[in-house]
């Protein structure tokens, strides 16, 4: 994860079928948006969050208020020590299946907030 596919952030325009697409660029797999950058995410299940999945968020944890989290098809609470970990860092985070989280980050993106997200890709 060291080079974002795009350098900004940009809307999803579409999303299903396994991936995504943004920015006239397509891509097969699930996506982390920050403000910095669009990347790769090599997460295909939300029970496989790890602190070491999650790094490239905390690292950037200055140019966010808010972490939405699609969590593919199915729903998922975050377990509680995750959600200290953004609390913490001084970030709200939302989790919702990914065809809500896309629309969600598409219209905080759209207000100008501090918006990152984590979109698990789905069939």
């Known amino acids: 994860m060291d080079q974002p596919h795009l350098p900004r952030q940009a809307l999803i325009d579409a999303h299903g079928g396994g991936g995504f697409r943004f920015a006239g660029m397509s891509h097969r797999g699930s996506l982390l948006c920050l403000p ?40 998922w609470t975050v377990p509680a ?5 953004f609390r913490e860092a001084h970030i709200s985070i939302d989790v919702m299946t990914t065809r809500p989280a896309v629309r969600t980050y598409n219209v905080m993106l759209l207000e100008g907030r501090r918006v990152g997200a984590g979109l698990i890709a789905t069939a």
Do not use: H, K, N
């Open 81 to 85: 020590p995750l959600r200290q970990r």
């Open 36 to 75: 910095s950058g669009i990347w790769a995410w090599p997460v295909a299940a939300a029970t496989a969050l790890s602190d070491e999945l999650l790094a490239l968020v905390f690292a950037r944890a200055e140019d966010l208020d808010f972490f939405i989290l699609g969590t593919g098809e199915s729903p």
